[in-house]
T-cell receptor, first 114, second 111 residues
Framework: NAGVTQTPKFQVLKTGQSMTLQCAQDMNHNSMYWYRQDPGMGLRLIYYSASEGTTDKGEVPNGYNVSRLNKREFSLRLESAAPSQTSVYFC?????????????FGPGTRLTVT | RKEVEQDPGPFNVPEGATVAFNCTYSNSASQSFFWYRQDCRKEPKLLMSVYSSGNEDGRFTAQLNRASQYISLLIRDSKLSDSATYLCVVKGTGTASKLTFGTGTRLQVTL
């Protein structure tokens, strides 16, 4: 049981390049989330998917797009990377049933944009 | 004003000490409250939920004061392995289970 997996673990991009961060969960969770974590800022929600087939903007969606490919997978795309997007990106999932709101996080992707 | 505010610390305490962290939240309609733990360069993990009546899990005690809109975490008999950042987390209203995270309080337990 892997939980939440993310690829890649590390990435260096040049300004203007694009990339997709992959996330998958094997817990049959309905909801999935993408966060970024910057020093002194805490975790900030980029996008979330409350259920398969739906996606919504979070607190900091500009510069990102997402795809909920199926119940297991939720990807985050940077179309034209900027240095301000240098951060640690975490994917998370939660059951969102029966009052269970615990979110399980993946190990993170450390992205540097030069 | 931030939705969830925490003292960033660090709190440096000797092994065996008792340490307490507080957190305040701005949305009085918030429904659920949690403490997460994050080790250095790792992902956050749920430590415990916080209930109105207060709850205890071994050496850890969480309290909620809705009137004053603050949450606390008490750690007794601190261990070296308790060294981590503790994130205060609040769930707002609405159907989606979006969580708002505080910036965290760093704890360093020393010999």
């Amino acid at each position: 049981n892997a939980g939440v997996t993310q690829t890649p673990k590390f990435q260096v991009l040049k300004t203007g390049q694009s990339m997709t961060l992959q996330c998958a969960q094997d817990m049959n969770h309905n909801s999935m989330y993408w966060y970024r974590q910057d020093p002194g800022m805490g975790l900030r929600l980029i996008y979330y998917s409350a259920s398969e087939g739906t996606t919504d903007k979070g607190e900091v969606p500009n510069g990102y797009n997402v795809s909920r490919l199926n119940k297991r997978e939720f990807s985050l795309r940077l179309e034209s990377a900027a240095p301000s997007q240098t951060s640690v990106y975490f994917c998370a999932s939660s059951a969102q049933t029966g009052g269970n709101y615990e979110q399980y996080f993946g190990p993170g992707t450390r992205l540097t944009v030069t | 004003r931030k939705e969830v505010e925490q003292d960033p610390g660090p709190f440096n305490v000797p092994e065996g000490a008792t340490v307490a962290f507080n957190c305040t939240y701005s949305n009085s309609a918030s429904q659920s409250f949690f403490w997460y733990r994050q080790d250095c360069r790792k992902e956050p993990k749920l430590l415990m939920s916080v209930y109105s009546s207060g709850n205890e899990d071994g050496r850890f005690t969480a309290q909620l004061n809705r009137a004053s809109q603050y949450i606390s975490l008490l750690i007794r008999d601190s261990k070296l392995s308790d060294s981590a950042t503790y994130l205060c987390v609040v769930k707002g209203t609405g159907t989606a289970s979006k969580l708002t995270f505080g910036t965290g309080t760093r704890l360093q337990v020393t010999l």
